[in-house]
């Protein structure tokens, strides 16, 4: 109840909304993208095993390079903020995925570089640990973040099903090319949130 009172209010409702949108954004990459690889003409012509490893050797490389993408945001936010840093990771998502499902790559493109760059900028999310817990009160620190992003997942769950409604007619590329313009009003929002209480970067 705290949380909705007249001094935290804007706080939850932004932090909220800034979760919903990315973590959406980012669940739906995450679960279709797979099924995108799955559905190519060069992929559907492999045998299963082949399909199986190159589904799981693009996961490992979006992980891969989501890791190096957490250092990168935590030095981000060092040279221009919190806030800056999250922003501006959003504005990468954006960018990156539009570039990799609007038009469209060769398979080896695709699966090599343009998904594991999209994967890069959830380094973003690193940063939520650090940032939103010192945006509350003292005593609402852990309720408050932990309130925030969890909410941002129970609509991530129901996003992710939306936008795989594109699947029906077999258009997974269209699918996650929509669902990465969630991004946009994630870094908009994320722009006002506050500066965090003990942080001396905003």
């Known amino acids: 109840r705290e949380l909705f009172g007249p001094l935290v209010r804007?706080?939850?409702l932004?932090?909220?909304?800034?979760?919903?949108c990315s973590l959406t954004a980012w669940w739906a990459f995450m679960f279709w993208q797979a099924q995108h690889v799955r559905s190519?003409?060069?992929v559907v012509a492999m045998s299963g095993s082949e399909r199986d490893k190159l589904v799981a050797t693009t996961f490992a490389l979006i992980i891969g390079v989501s890791i190096a993408g957490n250092f990168v945001a935590g030095a981000l936010a060092r040279?221009?903020?919190?806030?800056?840093?999250?922003?501006s990771m959003f504005g990468g998502f954006v960018v990156t995925t539009t570039l990799t499902f609007g038009p469209e790559h060769s398979l080896t493109a695709?699966?090599?570089f343009w998904l594991p760059a999209v994967g890069f900028w959830s380094g973003v999310f690193a940063l939520f640990t650090m940032y939103l817990p010192p945006l509350f009160p003292t005593l609402l620190r852990t309720t408050g973040a932990g309130f925030c992003y969890n909410i941002g997942r129970i609509a991530a769950?129901?996003?992710t099903v939306?936008?795989?409604?594109?699947?029906?007619?077999?258009?997974?590329?269209?699918?996650?090319?929509?669902?990465?313009?969630?991004?946009l009003p994630a870094g908009i929002i994320a722009f006002f949130l506050p500066r965090a209480r003990d942080q001396e970067q905003g």
């Open 157 to 159: 769950a129901f996003g």
């Open 110 to 112: 695709l699966t090599r």
């Open 10 to 12: 804007r706080t939850t």
């Open 40 to 42: 190519l003409p060069e």
């Open 79 to 87: 040279q221009i903020g919190w806030r800056g840093a999250i922003t």
């Open 14 to 20: 932004l932090s909220v909304a800034v979760c919903a």
């Open 162 to 183: 939306f936008f795989g409604l594109f699947s029906s007619v077999g258009d997974y590329r269209a699918a996650l090319f929509y669902a990465g313009f969630l991004f």
